[in-house]
């Protein structure tokens, strides 16, 4: 399916099923895929042709001109200024103008034909379960018009309840097919539900970390994450995400992501969520202050208070978090220079493939893994108050 023939034959398979079996607004619909599947195509047949046409024409331009040149390149006083010119500006613009001619086709016509066929291969998938229904009904409706096989006895009715080997084969192979088709983009279309749900969450914490450092005019720092009391593990008062509660108007549901399961520890749950506390320096280090700080709870931890932060709208507050279990941190860092329990960074990778941030502004953004957790200068200066990368701490 991956090979784009196959993939638009099984388009025009899908869509040129008997009319019958499709659902009028269906058929008004592929009728429409169809015409724009067909413009699709002669557009691009046409657009390649010209692109090939020119890039050929403006090869050998360019090449006669450059031996031209160079045959008489003793003689190059002798020629008109018109000639100079004309070549001169030939040798130039031809090259521009078949790179133009094939970016047009490209970014223009090649992708119409892809989104006309993905459009298509969508429209045909919607319509694949009811078409599979009707099949099964116009089977039923056949094995009933049956003649009772030869040999029955007399007066038996045969049983036309049972299936047929063929006809059990049939309907397998068809749910087999479905659930192929199916069950991938029913897979993706929940990971990014989660995905939603867990950026909803973090938004609405973005808000009350906001909130926070209105009335208090600092971030609230990250804290101790747990202490002990009566023998269970609990969350440390003056942990980030207890100081930002009140603010919240008592909703806890928002800490947790749909996506994660956290770690017990001790009988408590982990957090979901993390503190942008060091910056890009290593998780708990104390000597510098690069992140929004530890609040001053923890030794050598001052407040960090909004002037301090040179760009809120770019740097990162607040986020997924991933731990290992036995192990409790409210703190992310993109830097972890030793594996922690198996992973190679607390900073995960659950929303397909990456993980979702809150800014000191309050808004919020998903990206890859790798983008938020890569060493390089882009990517660690967006964990730092000053806005800058500091290498010495990767």
């Known amino acids: 399916m991956n090979d784009p023939q196959h993939h ?14 499709d659902a009028p607004v269906f058929a008004e619909r592929r009728v429409l895929l169809l015409a724009r599947i067909v413009s ?35 003689e190059a006083a002798l020629w008109p200024d018109w000639a100079k010119y004309l070549g001169g500006v030939s040798m130039i613009l031809l090259p521009f103008l078949s790179l133009l001619l094939v970016a047009l086709y490209f970014f223009r016509h090649r992708r119409e034909l892809h989104a ?18 009707e099949l099964g009904a116009e089977l039923d409706r056949l094995r009933a018009r049956l003649e009772p096989p030869a040999g029955l006895a007399e007066g038996k009715k045969p049983d036309r309840r049972a299936f047929t080997l063929i006809e059990m084969m049939t309907v397998i192979a068809i749910i087999g097919v479905l659930a192929g088709l199916l069950l991938p983009a029913l897979s993706r279309a929940r990971a990014k539900s989660q995905s939603l ?5 973090l938004g609405q914490v973005g808000k009350a970390l906001t909130l926070y450092e209105h009335d208090t005019g600092s971030y609230p720092g990250a804290g101790w994450s747990a202490q002990v009391t009566s023998q269970r593990v609990v969350i440390s008062p003056d942990s980030w995400d ?36 060091g910056g890009s320096s290593p998780t708990y280090d104390f000597r510098r202050v690069l992140g929004l700080g530890y609040g001053g709870a923890l030794p050598g931890s001052p407040r960090v208070r909004s002037d301090d932060v040179r760009a809120p709208a770019d740097m990162v507050a607040i986020g997924d978090i991933q731990t290992p279990p036995g192990v409790w941190l409210n703190t992310i860092t993109p830097n972890l220079p030793r594996r922690m329990g198996g992973l190679d960074s607390i900073v995960p990778d659950r929303h397909n493939g990456g993980a979702n941030m809150v ?3 309050g808004h919020f953004e998903s990206d890859r893994q790798r983008n938020w957790t890569r060493p390089t200068e882009t990517a660690r200066r967006r964990w730092n108050l000053d806005g800058l990368p500091h290498p010495e701490t990767w």
């Open 8 to 21: 638009a034959d099984f388009v025009r398979k899908l869509l040129a099923q008997e009319p019958g079996l």
């Open 40 to 74: 699709a195509e002669r557009h691009e047949r046409r657009a390649r042709l010209i692109a090939f046409a020119a890039t050929t024409i403006a090869a050998v331009g360019v090449s006669l001109l450059y031996a031209a040149a160079m045959g008489r390149f003793g």
């Open 116 to 133: 006309a066929r993905d459009e298509a291969f969508r429209a045909s998938l919607e319509d694949l379960p009811r078409q599979i229904g």
């Open 197 to 201: 749900v867990c950026g909803s969450n």
């Open 242 to 277: 207890m100081r930002v509660r009140p603010d919240l108007k008592g909703s806890t549901n928002v800490f947790s992501c749909p996506a994660y399961q956290p770690p017990d520890f001790a009988g408590a749950t982990a957090p979901a969520y993390g503190y942008n506390a």
């Open 359 to 361: 800014f000191c502004d």
